[in-house]
């Protein structure tokens, strides 16, 4: 249990971002102490080098002035080294004899010294180095020179003050290391626990909604940047998928008016028949013929649905070919007149005399019936209808404008969805797929759709196409 709860701690996040701050603390620390501490060490060598070699040269110039006496009574003078663990000063001759030193008992095990051959850029002939006895335990820093060709002389200094003051200095960082590694410990887990928190929010809000709760919404304000886009981002998915959610949920509910009204219309027909004393072929004919017609009608629906998908799903491929499109516009109008001249619409042209187009003529023969069909549906008696077809900055544009009851701000932005209308009433016919058709056929033909309209006023839907002969 405890192994396990411990197993669990150490694979969390926390835990692990804990460790990475205490780690990354910790180390970038060590590394500034150990820096700091070779300069420390090289500064303090190169001053102890610095005053070995100002002694040599001391002594040089004794030597030549009063002799290798004068040289001693100066060391005796001086009363260097008095303490013979401090330090040592030997003068030798070429050969390596000793010709006088001090108290040499601590330093019994250091070799006979030579004179040194190699001079330095001074001319002096030296040789420094750190000189290891007792085992190591002890060490010292010494200078090796020759004062005149004949005369050599040796000078070591313990380096136990340098030590003690470097170990002083390595306590200090081993007790200001330990609270550091606590500093960074709690830092790290304060910081690591402050994302998690914020992170356990959006990790809540996730399963509550799967749980069924979809209006919940992560809180992002006062959170850590990056959690608070984590946030935004997710509760925007969120309202998108609650978007589509609804509106699936409408062409569900659209679908299933659209299938059940003629359904229901077949079965009342057919239980009128049954029920009525009139058993004539003629009233059974009828029947069959609504039947029909009722049947026709959902099959349209189906069809013109299945074409919606297939068009945006690229699997019919578009026939292209040369055409007058003018003379497309105006077979489009013939269709038309009679129905709008039974509404008293004036129905007009704007053409010029001719317009070749390369494209697929049956998905724009569509296109355009549609776009006329809606225009005289859409608009009260007496008004009129215009489709005009022009060639701009090497475009070819075609305009269906009505003056009818327009679309209200609210539905332009929908218009092209499926199933959807903007008269929730359904006063008219139609399903709410024929502008869905439009779209996915203009746009397999590599064309766009704009629309204009002001409620109450009127409706202008442009077509535009790439007036060249780059066409699938
Ligand atoms: P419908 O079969 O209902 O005509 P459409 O997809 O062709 O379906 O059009 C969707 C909706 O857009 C229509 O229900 C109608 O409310 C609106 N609409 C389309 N064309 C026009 C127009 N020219 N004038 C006003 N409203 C229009």
Not at 97 to 124: C, E, Q, V, Y
Request: glycine residues 6%; proline residues 2%; negative net charge.
């Amino acid at each position: 249990m405890f192994l396990e709860k411990f197993r669990e701690f150490k694979n969390s996040l926390l835990f692990r971002l804990t460790l990475l701050y205490a780690l990354a603390f910790v180390s970038l620390s060590s590394i500034g102490f150990l820096a700091f501490y070779y300069r420390i060490y090289a500064v303090t060598m190169n001053t102890l080098d610095v005053e070995l070699q100002d002694e040599v040269s001391k002594y040089t110039s004794l030597l030549t002035k009063s002799g290798l006496e004068g040289v001693r009574a100066a060391i005796a003078d001086e009363g260097k080294f008095e303490d013979g663990e401090d330090g040592f000063y030997r003068i030798f001759d070429s050969n390596g004899n000793i010709l006088m030193s001090t108290d040499m008992s601590f330093w019994k095990t250091i070799p006979r010294p030579n004179l040194p051959a190699n001079k330095d850029h001074m001319g002096m002939a030296h040789e420094i180095q750190t000189l290891k006895f007792h085992d190591g335990d002890s060490k010292a820093r010494s200078i090796t020179a020759a004062l005149t060709p004949d005369y050599g002389i040796q000078i070591g200094e313990s380096l136990e003050e340098v030590s003690d003051y470097l170990d002083i200095f390595l306590n200090l960082f081993s007790v200001l290391a330990v609270s550091l590694i606590l500093v960074s410990t709690l830092i790290g887990w304060f910081l690591a626990r402050r994302a998690i928190v914020d992170m356990q929010e959006v990790t809540d809000t996730a399963q509550e909604i799967s749980k069924g709760v979809f209006h919940r919404r992560v809180h992002v304000n006062g959170r850590l940047k990056e959690i608070q886009r984590l946030g935004t981002t997710f509760n925007s998915m969120l309202d998108r998928i609650d978007t589509l959610l609804r509106s699936m949920k409408e062409i569900n509910d659209n679908i299933a008016h659209d299938l059940r009204s003629p359904l229901a219309r077949i079965r009342g027909i057919a239980e009128m028949n049954l029920i009525k004393d009139d058993n004539s072929i003629d009233a059974y004919k009828d029947m069959a013929a609504s039947t029909i017609e009722e049947c026709d009608a959902l099959i349209e629906m189906i069809n013109t649905m299945l074409e919606i998908t297939e068009e945006e799903a690229g699997v019919n491929k578009s026939q292209a070919e040369s055409f007058e499109l003018v003379q497309l516009i105006q077979e489009a109008c013939d269709i038309f007149h009679p129905i709008a001249k039974s509404k008293k619409i004036d129905l007009k042209t704007s053409l010029p005399e001719s317009l070749i187009i390369k494209s697929d003529r049956r998905k724009l023969q569509r296109i355009v019936t549609n776009l006329l069909e809606n225009a005289i549906k859409y608009s009260p008696e007496n008004k009129s209808v215009a489709i005009s077809a022009s060639v701009q900055n090497g475009e070819i544009l075609i305009d269906v404008e009505d003056a009818g009851i327009g679309i209200s701000k609210n539905d332009l932005p929908h218009i092209f969805e499926r199933f959807y209308r903007c008269d929730r009433s359904r006063s008219r016919s139609g399903v709410g797929l024929g502008l869905s058709l439009v779209k996915a056929y203009t746009e397999s033909i590599n064309g766009q759709i704009y629309v204009k309209s002001l409620f109450n006023q009127g409706s202008c839907f442009t077509l535009r196409f790439l007036n060249s002969d780059d066409v699938n």
